[in-house]
């Protein structure tokens, strides 16, 4: 498969398998399997990251969980030059994920930033630490602001000039919303791969830009992907109803003169269990 061209012409990708396949192939490097737990040291020992390009200790580009702890709090280094983003998988119908914060300004048009760095992953807090969301644990603070030096190194936080976008596709300096690049989108299971804006406007974010799901783009089924909105806790909460992988990544299409990176991190909870779908 031609990843670029995929993006460009359906703005999709296949997830699963096909994803994995993607990213050894963007990088070259045979994908290294490697425990989770190193910085969540009272995780259970069998959820892994699966790294196949560079990253801090701790971190990977795939985090596949296996369901042995309640709650798990990820925190996520998001290269905005790179298509690929990462991938959380192990989610099953009833869980609750939740972007509890995001940070970062990226560049996307005519800055030289860093194709080649892939993004990453890793698991931080379980349990009870996990709900903090990121703020008050004190002990992942040091290895989560050494993982944000490596990526402003890699991603060339630097080179983050013209046409700069928050996290959530905002302009720091003029407000405008973006709607064709900037901010990052989280692709759930129920999309069953990444998605991508392209050259059109019909795959641009409608209406003036707010990141609700109202203005999803239009190859985008409504309950299948977001964007992140500042302060809007509800709209940052989804439960999935179908098993399967979880997918952030930069919201654009053409990402070789993108520079500079995001950071989030996700919450995730085992919910209830839902009635199963009964097809006759």
Not at 79 to 103: F, M, Q
Not at 133 to 147: D, H, L, M
Not at 216 to 235: E, K, N, R, S
Not at 237 to 249: A, K, V
Request: charged share 20%; aromatic share 10%.
């Amino acid at each position: 498969m031609d990843r670029l061209a995929t993006i460009k012409k359906d703005g999709k990708l296949p997830g699963g398998s096909s994803y994995r396949s993607l990213l050894k192939a963007k990088y070259g490097i045979s994908p290294i399997t490697k425990p989770a737990n190193m910085i969540a040291a009272a995780a259970s020992p069998g959820s892994s990251l699966i790294e196949v390009g560079a990253a801090p200790a701790g971190f990977g580009q795939t985090f596949q969980w296996d369901r042995k702890d309640d709650k798990i709090l990820l925190a996520v280094f998001l290269n905005a030059a790179d298509d690929l983003g990462v991938c959380i998988a192990g989610l099953a119908r009833s869980d609750v994920v939740e972007i509890t914060s995001a940070s970062g300004i990226s560049s996307f048009s005519e800055d030289k930033g860093n194709p080649t760095a892939s993004s990453f992953v890793g698991l931080i807090a379980v349990a009870a630490n996990a709900v903090l969301g990121g703020t008050g644990n004190g002990e992942f603070i040091p290895i989560v602001n050494a993982a944000e030096s490596f990526a402003k190194d890699a991603f060339k936080a630097s080179n983050a000039k013209t046409k700069r976008r928050d996290a959530f596709g905002i302009d720091p300096g003029s407000g405008h919303k973006a709607r064709q690049e900037g901010g990052f989108i989280v692709t759930l299971p129920e999309a069953g791969g990444p998605y991508y804006s392209g050259d059109s406007t019909s795959r641009y974010i409608k209406g003036d830009g707010t990141r609700t799901d109202e203005n999803l783009p239009a190859h985008i089924p409504y309950g299948t992907a977001f964007f992140p909105i500042h302060g809007d806790a509800a709209h940052n909460t989804r439960t999935i109803t179908q098993d399967g992988e979880l997918y952030l990544l930069p919201w654009d299409w053409k990402f070789e003169d993108n520079a500079g990176y995001y950071k989030a991190f996700v919450l995730i909870q085992k919910g209830p269990p839902l009635p199963q779908v009964v097809v006759s």
